[in-house]
């Protein structure tokens, strides 16, 4: 294959129909399950000019991980056009393509980089990819260096929100166990000032929102998808509270799990709230999973019909991009609608994807522009 991490972008054009329902706040119950219904019929097509964005031959040449923030913390379709966006990304491959599509020679493998982007269109002359680099090779952006780190260990990152000029996102702390692969060991707050060039004044803690496996349960971890569901940034039916999705990765099934906090407090985790399936409550070991066949990352985009769209990996690793509507951000969830089928999984037994989600204020109005 040409690519170890390619990136494959579709549109997803939602065709709208009415809705009474309004967002509850966090302090509120979600509607009755039989409620969520099956949402607008949504239609996908690829989007050739923003695949082409991330199809390079020199220097960052694919990654995985894409996450999308933009700078002005505004999040509606159509509001890129006059802001930067910043990119986040996971492993990525630093080096040449040759012209057969092969990696030359000397390529590395760094665990997280980022790009900005000035404006709403896939310009290839406003975007600048971003790696550190040491004794002349390149490096990833950010190395674990909490309290709670290890020798060894790296970080992939999550979603994200801007605050007050400084990006704020909750990367995972990867390990190798003596076993052997890797494993998430911990989830810790990272933040740096957003601008051009590397990030700067970068600080690390560690959370509290990771669990390892428990009887009964898989490892929980907290920061798979954000939704910010404030007039600030755009949102159609805003209740001024920000959502930060977990995933409870059971074996053969990941599921969704949910926290509720004010903007303003996403770094004073004693005041984040974890929904146990009645209420709003401080202790994650509480919460309980909302919906299920879930992706480790993903979105959730508050519509204006007041619903709410999941938009996810089916079953984790799969060819299918799904969605779910919900009735609040917490749901409950209608049943899973397959939009889309990536075609790169046919091409080879060894392709294979994953984490889709959507980017809504990169999308035309009408439209919900999704990554994978």
């Given at each position: ?148 780190a290890q020798p060894g260990e790296w970080y992939w990152n999550q979603d994200a929100i801007v605050r ?209």
């Open positions: 294959m040409k690519r170890w991490f390619p990136l494959g972008l579709s549109v997803v054009v939602l065709a709208m129909v009415g809705c009474d329902t309004t967002a509850p706040g966090p302090a509120a119950s979600p509607a009755p399950a039989d409620s969520a219904g099956g949402g607008p019929v949504l239609a996908a097509s690829i989007a050739p000019e923003w695949t082409a964005l991330f199809d390079r031959e020199s220097g960052w040449t694919g990654a995985d991980g894409i996450f999308s923030i933009p700078d002005n913390s505004v999040d509606a379709p159509g509001t890129a056009a006059s802001g930067a966006t910043t990119f986040l990304f996971s492993d990525t491959a630093i080096g040449e393509v040759q012209p057969d599509g092969s990696r030359a020679p000397g390529v590395r493998l760094v665990n997280n980089t980022l790009a900005r982007l000035e404006g709403g269109a896939p310009d290839p002359s406003r975007i600048n990819f971003v790696w550190a680099g040491e004794n002349g090779q390149p490096t990833a952006l950010v190395v674990p260096d909490t309290p709670n007050d000029g400084r990006l704020n996102s909750l990367f995972l702390r990867i390990g190798r166990p003596a076993s052997g692969g890797f494993e998430v060991v911990g989830v810790s707050l990272v933040t740096f000032e957003v601008g051009e060039g590397l990030p700067t004044d970068i600080a690390q803690r560690d959370t509290p929102f990771f669990r390892p496996d428990q009887p009964g349960r898989g490892n929980i971890q907290f920061g798979a998808g954000i939704l910010e569901n404030t007039a600030e940034a755009g949102a159609p039916d805003p209740d001024g509270y920000l959502y930060v999705y977990g995933v409870q990765n059971d074996p053969f099934n990941k599921k969704l799990l949910v926290a509720c906090l004010r903007p303003s407090d996403f770094g004073r985790f004693g005041l984040w709230r974890f929904w146990n399936g009645t209420t709003w409550v401080a202790d994650l070991d509480e919460a309980v999973p909302v919906t299920d066949r879930i992706s480790n990352e993903l979105s959730v985009t508050p519509l204006a019909d007041g619903r709410y769209l999941l938009v996810f990996q089916l079953d984790a690793i799969s060819p299918r991009v799904a969605v779910r509507y919900g009735e609040s951000p917490v749901g409950p969830w209608g049943e899973v609608q397959e939009v889309y089928t990536c075609p790169e999984a046919a091409t080879d037994p060894d392709t294979f994807c994953y984490d889709a989600k959507a980017h809504p204020h990169l999308s035309a109005p009408g439209e919900l522009l999704v990554s994978y």
